[in-house]
């Protein structure tokens, strides 16, 4: 790992002023750190160019995200300048970074002539057991010059704090499909007598109770089905919104959605709409065309 501040791009300095998103002014106004590598990495993925290999050539491979982030494209010329020494040389490939693998990993990785002889730190990372975990006091004791971060109490609050996210929001969920049947039984209850009526007149003319039921079914799935319809597009519509503008991270869409939308929303509707008429058709039509 070299430390180096990106100075120049096509020639042109680069100054935090120059771009609007904080982001971008964060990350041209901090040092990179720069690797060297022959290999590929196994979670990193070349989405554009050709990976530079062993070549002796100095050239870079940039992470697409960053790239796009600080408006570097194919072609560019940058300019990095490690404790005095400019380190100059053209993207030649963009990578696409599995950071949720833990390995290490760089945005920026250069030939290894490109950085010869320039001050490095050497950086890794490993999993090991709990039961293991006095390794690591071996491990500084034996090397006073390494450093050992253990993650594993940050990690457990990530975790603590998600649970808690995760909870409170299933809670929401809960709260708000109650509040959901509620409002639709309250809907259904204020149009009782007008469906009483109606169930009544269909069996006087004739209908069977079997097709008013049927009728009242097919209403309860049709209002049920596209109201789940409805409710899996707009998750999904703004959780891209919110994934892609606000927290700035990719969100895979989950194909089962709209048909478990569909199908909670015909169980919800059904329920609620049963609850609220089970007595409509139970009522003798006579009794009912006469209080009408």
Not at 5 to 14: D, E, H, M, T, W
Not at 85 to 108: G, Q
């Amino acid at each position: 790992m070299i430390r180096a501040r990106l100075v120049a791009i096509n020639g042109k300095p680069v100054n935090p002023d120059g771009y609007e998103k904080p982001e971008a002014k964060r990350l041209v106004d901090r040092e990179f750190n720069l690797s060297y590598t022959t290999q590929l990495p196994d979670d990193n993925r070349v989405t554009q160019g050709e990976w530079f290999g062993a070549s002796d050539k100095p050239q870079v491979s940039i992470e697409e995200g960053i790239a796009k982030t600080i408006r570097v494209k194919m072609g560019d010329t940058l300019r990095f300048d490690v404790a005095g020494i400019p380190v100059e040389a053209p993207v030649t490939s963009l990578r696409k970074v599995d950071w949720n693998s833990f390995k290490v990993n760089f945005f920026v990785l250069i030939p290894l002539n490109a950085l010869a002889d320039l001050p490095a730190t050497f950086i890794t990372s490993f999993h090991l057991p709990t039961s293991e975990s006095r390794v690591i006091d071996g491990l500084v004791a034996q090397y006073p010059n390494v450093t050992a971060i253990d993650v594993t109490p940050i990690m457990a609050q990530i975790q603590r704090t998600l649970a808690q996210v995760i909870g409170a929001v299933q809670f929401l969920f809960i709260f708000t499909l109650a509040a959901g049947v509620l409002v639709l039984y309250a809907a259904l209850a204020g149009t009782r007598d007008e469906r009483m009526r109606e169930s009544a007149l269909l069996r006087a003319l004739g209908a069977s109770h079997k097709q008013v039921r049927a009728v009242q079914i097919a209403e309860f799935v049709a209002v049920g089905g596209l109201s789940g319809l409805m409710a899996a597009l707009g998750a999904q519509g703004i959780g891209y919104v919110l994934a892609s503008h606000v927290f700035e991270f990719h969100i895979d869409f989950n194909p089962w959605l709209v048909p478990t939308g569909i199908v909670a929303g015909v169980t919800c509707v059904g329920l609620g709409g049963w609850l609220s008429l089970r007595r409509v058709l139970a009522r003798p039509a006579l009794q009912s065309l006469r209080d009408a």
